[in-house]
């Protein structure tokens, strides 16, 4: 059996020596992975050309997602240097308080420890999420999937010599290189070691993680996201925000998987919007009044509801009303990222309010929900839980907290 045992044992030991690091340290070795992605360009494109050669060609979403070239390692290595120009959360006090007692009592800003990462085949989360967990404080190790497993070999190869060069251990960031389920399970629970796990990529990875893992876990990713088209909406401005959340990226989770039009706009607004989605390339999966309005729609299934489709794939359905909208995004939603498009400001508010999910929109793109466009700089994934991270999951989101109590020979 692969030994991961070790692994974890590495990590735990290397997580104290990375606390000790100042910022300037930890950037300094950031920008210098950087620059080095950058300069071993052929090599990692070589290695994911192997990758490339054994993915099934049907699979066109998946490949785009495994696919590198000059112009995307040039992003990995610019991601990186973002997170090396922000600021270092840990060590932040939050706030400091004197009690009657006298004792004073603070909270700040520490490092989670070890995060484990178990995601599929996109090489650009190994560099995201080691610099995010490095520059936090954390020690890392990553288990990404078999179609990306060249890849990830090169690029975690790469950061550990450049680490080496440096002076620091090789062992703040680690890649499990056996990718068999079984071994996928066991680093699953090795709570003894790895403080957090965060899955990153489809319902069946979260799922798996959220019943095997031991761990304490963070879900991430999955994005069956909607768009509502209020009766107010302005239908121009409308075409084109569906048409970008939709087909600009189609493979990734804040694509807009479901249309839901307010019936009093649907004679006028069901052809045109149709037309523009199916002649963009958008396969049409409708209820009984968008099959009626549009020929080429075909009927939707009851799963199709369900179904984050990241392809070039759209379920569309007329709603009643704003409330009928909405209770159709709480039975079907993954709770990542709902938007409504409305001129009417009294119904933005409300959906605002009453949609439950990590990001709501008004009259914007989905495609918005990301590190990088919320300021965050890279992310480890989108949390679409409630407690500890929400949302896009930059530096702060790897850090926790503790209290810090000064005394003066106090007792109770």
Same mark, same amino acid.
């Given at each position: 059996?692969?030994?991961?045992?070790?692994?974890?044992?590495?990590?735990?030991?290397?997580?104290?020596?990375?606390?000790?690091?100042?910022?300037?340290?930890?950037?300094?070795?950031?920008?210098? *992975?950087?620059?080095? &992605?950058?300069?071993?360009?052929?090599?990692?494109?070589?290695?994911?050309?192997?990758?490339?050669?054994?993915?099934?060609?049907?699979?066109?979403?998946?490949?785009?997602?495994?696919?590198?070239?000059?112009?995307?390692?040039?992003?990995?290595?610019?991601?990186?240097?973002?997170?090396?120009?922000?600021?270092?959360?840990?060590?932040?006090?939050?706030?400091?308080?004197?009690?009657?007692?006298?004792?004073?009592?603070?909270?700040?800003?520490?490092?989670?420890?070890?995060?484990?990462?178990?995601?599929?085949?996109?090489?650009?989360?190994?560099?995201d999420?080691?610099?995010?967990?490095?520059?936090?404080?954390?020690a890392?190790?990553?288990?990404?999937?078999?179609?990306?497993?060249h890849?990830?070999?090169?690029?975690?190869?790469?950061?550990?010599?450049?680490?080496?060069?440096?002076?620091?251990?090789?062992?703040?960031?680690? &890649?499990?290189?056996?990718?068999?389920?079984?071994?996928?399970?066991?680093f699953?629970?090795?709570n003894?070691?790895?403080?957090?796990?965060?899955?990153?990529?489809?319902?069946? &990875?979260?799922?798996?993680?959220?019943?095997?893992?031991?761990?304490?876990?963070?879900?991430?990713?999955?994005?069956? *996201?909607?768009?509502?088209?209020?009766e107010?909406?302005?239908?121009?401005?409308?075409? #084109?925000?569906?048409?970008?959340?939709?087909?600009?990226?189609?493979?990734?989770?804040?694509?807009?998987?479901?249309?839901?039009?307010?019936?009093?706009?649907?004679?006028?607004? &069901?052809?045109?919007?149709?037309?523009?989605?199916?002649?963009?390339?958008?396969?049409?999966?409708?209820?009984?009044?968008?099959?009626?309005?549009?020929?080429?729609?075909?009927?939707?299934?009851?799963?199709?509801?369900?179904t984050?489709?990241?392809?070039?794939?759209?379920?569309?359905?007329?709603?009643? #009303?704003m409330?009928?909208?909405?209770?159709?995004?709480?039975?079907?939603?993954?709770g990542?990222?709902?938007?409504?498009?409305?001129?009417?400001?009294?119904?933005?508010?409300?959906?605002?309010?009453?949609?439950?999910?990590?990001?709501?929109?008004?009259?914007?793109?989905?495609?918005?929900? #990301?590190?990088?466009?919320?300021?965050?700089?890279?992310?480890v994934?989108?949390?679409?839980?409630?407690?500890?991270?929400?949302?896009?999951?930059?530096?702060?989101?790897?850090?926790?907290?503790?209290f810090?109590i000064?005394?003066?020979?106090?007792?109770?």
């Amino acid at each position: 059996m692969y030994d991961l045992i070790s692994l974890g044992k590495k990590a735990k030991n290397v997580s104290g020596y990375i606390r000790r690091l100042g910022a300037s340290d930890k950037d300094a070795l950031l920008r210098s *992975c950087a620059d080095s &992605l950058e300069a071993n360009a052929e090599y990692i494109l070589a290695e994911n050309a192997k990758d490339m050669a054994a993915a099934d060609p049907a699979r066109a979403a998946f490949n785009d997602r495994l696919r590198l070239d000059t112009q995307r390692i040039e992003g990995l290595a610019q991601g990186i240097r973002k997170v090396a120009g922000q600021s270092d959360p840990t060590g932040e006090t939050l706030y400091m308080k004197t009690m009657p007692s006298g004792l004073k009592i603070g909270e700040k800003r520490v490092p989670i420890g070890v995060v484990g990462m178990i995601y599929e085949a996109r090489p650009n989360v190994t560099t995201d999420s080691f610099a995010l967990c490095f520059k936090a404080g954390n020690a890392c190790i990553l288990r990404g999937s078999r179609e990306a497993i060249h890849s990830n070999i090169a690029l975690v190869k790469i950061i550990q010599d450049e680490a080496e060069r440096l002076g620091h251990p090789r062992e703040i960031l680690q &890649l499990v290189e056996d990718t068999s389920r079984e071994v996928a399970t066991e680093f699953m629970r090795l709570n003894k070691y790895i403080d957090v796990l965060i899955p990153r990529g489809g319902a069946g &990875l979260i799922a798996s993680a959220v019943e095997h893992s031991t761990i304490p876990v963070i879900e991430t990713g999955t994005g069956n *996201c909607h768009i509502f088209v209020d009766e107010s909406a302005d239908l121009k401005k409308a075409v #084109d925000i569906i048409l970008n959340a939709k087909t600009q990226r189609p493979s990734v989770c804040n694509a807009c998987e479901k249309l839901l039009i307010h019936e009093k706009i649907a004679d006028e607004f &069901l052809p045109n919007i149709c037309g523009a989605l199916y002649g963009a390339g958008v396969e049409i999966r409708g209820d009984e009044p968008t099959c009626a309005a549009f020929s080429q729609a075909k009927s939707a299934t009851d799963d199709d509801w369900y179904t984050e489709f990241l392809d070039m794939v759209i379920g569309v359905k007329v709603v009643t #009303d704003m409330d009928a909208a909405i209770s159709h995004i709480s039975e079907h939603s993954s709770g990542h990222t709902e938007a409504i498009l409305t001129e009417s400001y009294t119904n933005a508010h409300d959906f605002v309010n009453l949609v439950d999910a990590a990001a709501v929109f008004v009259n914007a793109s989905t495609r918005f929900t #990301d590190g990088e466009e919320f300021g965050l700089g890279a992310e480890v994934g989108i949390s679409t839980q409630k407690l500890h991270a929400r949302g896009p999951m930059g530096l702060t989101a790897l850090t926790t907290t503790k209290f810090f109590i000064f005394g003066n020979g106090q007792i109770r």
